[in-house]
């Protein structure tokens, strides 16, 4: 899978879009369709909602695909949270907060506000969630 990263603003915020990363829950479009709308180009328009809707909406996104920073302030990624495990019904184990994860290779990498894990077994991006389980109907 081809990683691009795209950004929108509004002139308050700038919404970042990491492609790796989505797992298409479709939780940006059911929340907020007049912004999020895959079928049509540029797919992201902030100009149709305001700034706070829109932060709002991103905070949702479980695998951290989306995310955002304000324009005003330091671009940041890391913030000062509660780390808690979730296990979202048919879905990847999502981990929120900020954590350290050590891959089997030694490498190590930092994640940020929303980490969703595979838990079907059969994402092509192990051990990370590619959305794969909606298309096996994993139930768990």
């Given amino acids: 899978m081809k ?3 795209k950004t929108y603003t509004n002139n308050e915020i700038t919404i970042v879009w990491k492609s790796s990363m989505c797992i298409h829950s479709r939780n940006c479009f059911n929340g907020l369709g007049q912004v999020f709308n895959p079928a049509e ?13 829109l932060m709002s909406q991103i905070n949702k996104c479980p695998s951290g695909a989306l995310s955002y920073y304000k ?7 890391n ?3 509660e780390t808690i ?16 994860f050590k891959h089997n290779n030694g490498t190590v990498e930092q994640k940020n506000k929303v980490t969703a894990f595979c838990r079907c077994g059969v994402s092509n991006n192990k051990p990370y969630c590619d959305g794969t389980h909606r298309k096996i109907d994993f139930k768990g």
């Avoid at 180009?41 to 809707?53: D, F, G, L, S, V």
């Avoid at 324009?71 to 990624?77: G, P, R, S, V, Y």
């Avoid at 296990?87 to 184990?93: F, I, M, R, T, Y």
């Fill in 79 to 81: 913030i000062e949270v």
């Fill in 41 to 53: 180009r540029p797919w992201i328009k902030p100009e149709n909602a305001k700034t706070e809707t």
């Fill in 85 to 100: 495990a979730e296990v979202s019904e048919n879905g990847p184990l999502l981990v929120y907060g900020n954590i350290t």
């Fill in 3 to 5: 990683d691009i990263t």
């Fill in 71 to 77: 324009n005003d302030e330091a671009k940041t990624e």
